[in-house]
């Protein structure tokens, strides 16, 4: 049994992508792009595209959108040259943060997110400095009320690293990014559709945050991080008392 508001903060931070499905649809086609020009246009061999295009396909974007994308990308994306680079920092009461972005222009990418930090109370850290707190996993997410025995068995049966149950009754499934895919595929088949999977840096341990007012600093810096055009994700060892 671990956690206490694992649900509540899915739920809030899926509600916030619906209220800017614009912004989330760059960030998809942007992943698919470069996802296409790192592995190629087959989904089936390159498990990066894969993943993004079940992103998609969760935020309904049409086939023909992310046919260009891959086209795009596949074909070198001739006269744009985008990076990926990670930052890390620290959040409100000292929260590590990390921040993966998508960039053609690194200079304006990190004075975005420098900003950002300081502007919330935080501060932009140096290489390293809280990626060690992290891990790079799979977790598939599964809402409260699912078959937690059911679950638990066919989990084991496939070979996953690890299942958590939380309080609220919500259910982790975790992997290696290796596997991901294999064992999402597996789940699905077996008639359990997670309500959030994917690859991601996991904390080894979360910090709690009861106090009101410093909940509220710490969930605005992510926010305002996350709706950055340039960032793709941002991850963080807060748990967050609802």
């Not at 620290?90 to 972005?101: E, F, K, M, S």
């Not at 009320?145 to 609220?168: F, R, S, T, W, Y």
């Not at 077996?190 to 840096?201: K, S, Y």
């Not at 600093?217 to 967050?240: F, G, K």
Request: hydrophobic share 40%.
């Amino acid at each position: 049994m671990a956690g206490h508001s694992k649900w509540a903060n899915i739920k809030r931070h899926k509600a916030k992508q619906d209220a800017k499905r614009g912004k989330l649809y760059t960030k998809i086609i942007r992943e698919v792009t470069v996802a296409a020009k790192m592995g190629g246009a087959d989904a089936n061999t390159n498990p990066r595209l894969r993943a993004a295009l079940d992103k998609a396909q969760e935020a309904n974007m049409t086939k023909d959108v992310l046919d260009r994308a891959i086209k795009r990308g596949a074909g070198g994306m001739e006269g744009e040259c985008v990076e990926e680079v990670r930052y890390e920092g620290y959040g409100p009461g000292g929260i590590a943060i990390v921040v993966d972005c998508m960039t053609n222009n690194r200079n304006r990418t990190v004075a975005d997110v420098r900003y950002a930090f300081t502007k919330h109370g935080g501060h932009l850290g140096t290489d390293g400095s809280v990626a060690y707190l992290f891990k790079k996993q799979g977790q598939l997410t599964f809402a409260p009320g699912v078959n937690e025995e059911k679950l638990l068995e066919i989990a084991l049966e496939i070979g996953v690293d690890d299942v958590m149950i939380h309080a609220d009754k919500s259910v982790d499934v975790i992997t290696s990014p290796e596997r991901f895919i294999f064992i999402k595929d597996a789940l699905i088949k077996a008639g359990f559709q997670p309500a959030q999977a994917d690859v991601m840096m996991v904390a080894h341990t979360r910090v709690s945050v009861t106090d009101k007012e410093m909940a509220e600093r710490v969930i605005s810096l992510i926010d305002v991080l996350e709706d950055l055009d340039d960032v793709q994700a941002v991850y963080s060892n807060v748990e967050v008392d609802e």
